[in-house]
Each structure stands twice: as C-alpha cells, then as structure tokens.
C-alpha cells in the first residue's frame, strides 16, 4: 500500500513558478514512473508530466516542455514538479500518481495503469 500527499500549490501572477511536491509512504516508491495530471471542471484529467524510477527519463506534455521539470529524490520517497513561466491556463488541481508497475522505462500508457493517486493541490495562475 503506497499513499501519496501532495503539496507546493497555491495563487501566483503570470510569469511565476511554484514546485510541488509528492511525498510517498510505502516501500516501492523507489521502483515506479511517478506522473503528473492535472485537471480543471468539466475536463478529463490529463497528463502534465512524469519521471521512471531511474530519474533518468522524464516526460512531459508538449505544452510542458520548457516550463515544468519532473524530478525525484527516491532516498526521500519524494517526486517534484518544478513549474516556471506559469500561465493562467495552467489553473487546475494537480494530481501525483505512480505506476502499478515497478521499474517500467517507458511512461505508463494510461491513466488506469497508475495504482495510486494523491489527494490533488489547487494551483491557481492569476493573470
């Protein structure tokens, strides 16, 4: 059983960064992808951003790249989202989530494939 509490959210301008964290409890936090989603009302939760085990491969959405860095610090069961030049269409909950699959390379395929979920931080881009 992992759990995942997620925190870093909260109000900035147009332009500023905020980094969020995903602390994880549970002993395979060091073997699984942790992914990034995100979600906004009357929207399907979509993927941000993620990292595998190895720290080595992270992965990003196209309007991710450039601006948000997916990082971990597995001695600290700790997975990050660095998020820079924020934009008031990048307003959501922000989820963390990690595989059901331990030491898988490739980013997992679906949102289902992901076993476990926080509970979500508000991030609010005001313009």
């Known amino acids: 059983q992992m759990q995942l509490v997620e925190s870093g959210g909260g109000l900035v301008q147009t332009g500023g960064s905020l980094k969020l964290s995903c602390e994880a409890s549970?002993?395979?936090?060091?073997?699984?992808?942790v992914g990034w989603f995100r979600q906004v009302p009357g929207r399907e939760r979509e993927f941000v951003a993620g990292?595998?085990?190895?720290?080595?491969?992270?992965q990003y959405a196209p309007y991710a790249y450039g601006r948000f860095t997916a990082t971990r610090d597995n001695a600290k069961s700790t997975g990050y989202l660095q998020m820079d030049s924020l934009k008031p269409e990048d307003t959501a909950v922000y989820y963390c989530?990690?595989?059901?699959?331990?030491?898988?390379?490739?980013?997992?395929?679906?949102?289902?494939?992901?076993?476990?979920w926080g509970q979500g931080t508000q991030v609010t881009v005001s313009s």
């Open positions: 989530a990690t595989d059901r699959q331990s030491f898988r390379d490739a980013r997992p395929p679906t949102a289902a494939d992901y076993g476990y």
């Open positions: 990292v595998d085990w190895s720290g080595r491969n992270p």
């Open positions: 549970g002993p395979t936090f060091g073997s699984v992808f």
